[in-house]
């Protein structure tokens, strides 16, 4: 019986960058604190793997809003670029039918759960309105959330 080689993954954050963030206060959207009590939250993930330069960078974006009368109101949100170095890629990782390298779910979970901390981080130090200082980006499912993500081509 063939034993799997183990392989040692090296990798490093090499960049993040908040692209943008917005936030309405409530006197401008016409709103009660009472109102934001129970929000909603849109929660965007893409991926880009550049093989060249070992590097797979996500872009993620989310927005906090609730709906009110049947209308979506947005509160407030943010977009970051989050970049990894991953040595020897191209070597580590196998390829499909059409030459794109195939990365392990549990070492993409490992990614994704640095950007999503990374995310919380962001939140914290961009939102500036005490309404909002109470809402949290909820506990969230790396395994539930790998197939929504949207692969960017390189």
């Not at 034993?3 to 960058?17: C, L």
């Not at 794109?100 to 490992?110: S, Y």
């Amino acid at each position: 019986m063939d034993k799997k080689k183990k392989t040692n993954i090296r990798f490093r954050i090499s960049f993040i960058k908040r692209i943008s963030h917005f936030e309405h206060s409530l006197d401008e959207l016409k709103l009660k604190e009472r109102d934001v009590k129970n929000g909603n939250i849109e929660l965007n993930i893409f991926i880009s793997v550049d093989e060249k330069n070992d590097e797979i960078t996500f872009k993620v974006d989310t927005t906090f809003f609730i709906n009110k009368n049947k209308k979506r109101i947005d509160l407030f949100g943010v977009e970051i670029i989050h970049g990894f170095e991953v040595k020897n890629m191209g070597d580590i990782f196998p390829k499909n039918e059409k030459r794109k390298l195939e990365i392990p779910d549990n070492f993409m979970i490992t990614l994704l759960n640095a950007v999503i901390g990374c995310l919380r981080g962001i939140l914290v130090l961009s939102r500036t309105n005490p309404e909002y200082q109470d809402i949290y980006l909820p506990a969230l499912n790396m395994k539930k959330i790998l197939p929504s993500i949207t692969k960017l081509e390189s």
